[in-house]
T-cell receptor, first 113, second 114 residues
Framework: KNQVEQSPQSLIILEGKNCTLQ??????????LRWYKQDTGRGPVSLTI?????NTKSNGRYTATLDADTKQSSLHITASQLSDSASYIC????????????FGGGTRVLVKP | DGGITQSPKYLFRKEGQNVTLSCEQN?????MYWYRQDPGQGLRLIYY???????QKGDIAEGYSVSREKKESFPLTVTSAQKNPTAFYLC?????????????FGEGSRLTVL
């Protein structure tokens, strides 16, 4: 069964600090991995999308890494800002007809001043 | 501006009533999706459509129905057969190919059954 597990479930960090979110998956055959940011009560917004051959991809202060061998990804937030308070969702795509997406449960980040 | 518009933002329903959630996009995307989001859980696929006049059941289609009469529109009806309909519903459309296509989400509709 395809699964995506994210950790931690939630975390609190001080403004200006860095943090790293983890995503482990068992989706097979792997096609790509996406990270989304979801503000409370809003729709998710794409941060990055990574294919098998990509190890690192950045989007401003967000840097995603992918290790396809160990089936792990991380999202690193640098110099956090209050606006980074949101849920971050890891989504893995299986290479099959219909582009099946498996969503993780998300990590809720709260940035405090 | 191009985007996906969901309405209403909030909806209250009495048990036994059907309700329809609207999803409109002006991005000229072929594929559209409906997801359900419950607290602490990953998004679950209800229905998807890759072309006008065609749609497929997702993982949790029971108690829901859709139509795709126009490219721009993909409404979702939550029927009285859905046993636990209180949730946050997200509509999305896809740009690009099957495996790398970017998903664009609407702002969501929160349905509460009283």
């Amino acid at each position: 069964k395809n699964q995506v597990e994210q950790s931690p479930q939630s975390l609190i960090i001080l403004e200006g600090k860095n943090c790293t979110l983890q995503c482990n998956y068992t989706v097979s055959p792997f096609s790509n991995l996406r990270w989304y940011k979801q503000d409370t009560g809003r729709g998710p917004v794409s941060l990055t999308i990574m294919t098998f051959s990509e190890n690192t991809k950045s989007n401003g202060r967000y840097t995603a890494t992918l290790d396809a061998d160990t089936k792990q990804s991380s999202l690193h937030i640098t110099a956090s800002q209050l606006s980074d308070s949101a849920s971050y969702i890891c989504v893995v795509s299986a290479e099959a007809a219909g582009n099946k997406l498996t969503f993780g449960g998300g990590t809720r980040v709260l940035v405090k001043p | 501006d191009g985007g996906i518009t969901q309405s209403p933002k909030y909806l209250f329903r009495k048990e036994g009533q059907n309700v329809t959630l609207s999803c409109e996009q002006n991005l000229n995307h072929d594929a559209m999706y409906w997801y359900r989001q419950d607290p602490g859980q990953g998004l679950r696929l209800i229905y998807y459509s890759q072309i006008v006049n065609d749609f497929q059941k997702g993982d949790i289609a029971e108690g829901y129905s859709v139509s795709r009469e126009k490219k721009e529109s993909f409404p979702l009806t939550v029927t009285s057969a859905q046993k636990n309909p209180t949730a946050f519903y997200l509509c999305a459309s896809r740009l690009g190919g099957l495996n790398t296509g970017e998903l664009f989400f609407g702002e969501g509709s929160r349905l509460t059954v009283l």
